[in-house]
């Protein structure tokens, strides 16, 4: 158990919905990242944040959204599904690189979104 | 830009044979993971190598770092069935604002 829990494990939605990604990281990790998945592919970066802050920004469609929280759980958000966003989305925390924290990221378990 | 390149992209091999999957990366970095995923499921962290020269080691599996070469390599010695997964290795650096950059994965197929 990495202690990254993610929700909800498995949704499946219709094309056009929009749903919602939940996480909430590691005690103590300021920095969540979100990953996406496709089906037998490598990790594609989404977003970062730190302490509530954008940090840094990858591959994320305009359709997609985040955000973290003060008590840094984070969102992701999905609108005007298509079929081409099933797939298995992470999220990660971590500590910065520093002193006795190796920077390494910690997953969650992975919410699985099916788009119909 | 920093670029991670991790080959062979598939392999499958006997059970009790040795073999290497290797990460190549093309700037300066200070830090390198190994990463495990058994199919639809999370990722696990292996090794963590920080420094020119690191070993780890954890069963039947060794990861080394040569900073110079740009090159880190994770071997499985003697494997067995349990060891099938997609092996990632990652690369932190300041090329990439310290953002990891992730190689596309291994596939491991380890047959009995």
């Known amino acids: 158990d990495s202690g990254v829990t993610q929700t909800p494990k498995h949704l499946i939605t219709a094309t056009g919905q929009r749903v919602t990604l939940r996480c909430s990281p590691r005690?103590?990790?300021?920095?969540v990242y979100w990953y996406q998945q496709s089906l037998d592919q490598g990790l594609q970066f989404l977003i970062q944040?730190?302490?509530?802050?954008?940090?840094a920004k990858g591959n994320i469609l305009e359709r997609f959204s985040a955000q973290q929280f003060p008590d840094l759980h984070s969102e992701l958000n999905l609108s005007s599904l298509e079929l081409g966003d099933s797939a298995l989305y992470f999220c990660?925390?971590?500590?910065?690189?520093?002193?006795?924290?190796?920077?390494?990221?910690?997953f969650g378990e992975g919410s699985r979104l099916t788009v119909l | 830009e920093l670029k991670v390149e991790q080959n062979p992209l598939f392999l499958s091999m006997q059970e009790g044979k040795n073999y290497t999957i290797y990460c190549n990366y093309s700037?300066?970095?200070?830090?390198l993971y190994w990463y495990r995923q058994d199919p639809g499921k999370s990722l696990e962290s292996l090794f963590v190598?920080?420094?020119n020269g690191a070993v780890k080691q954890e069963g039947r599996l060794m990861a080394s770092l040569d900073t110079k070469a740009r090159l880190s390599t994770l071997h499985i010695t003697a494997a067995v069935h349990d060891l099938s997964a997609t092996y990632f290795c990652?690369?932190?650096?300041?090329?990439?604002?310290?953002?990891?950059?992730w190689g596309a994965g291994t596939k491991l197929i380890i047959k009995p």
């Open positions: 005690s103590g990790d300021l920095s």
């Open positions: 990660a925390s971590s500590h910065p690189l520093a002193g006795p924290n190796t920077g390494e990221l910690f």
């Open positions: 990652a690369v932190g650096s300041m090329d990439s604002n310290y953002q990891l950059i």
């Open positions: 700037t300066t970095s200070d830090r």
């Open positions: 190598l920080l420094s």
């Open positions: 944040y730190y302490n509530g802050e954008e940090r």
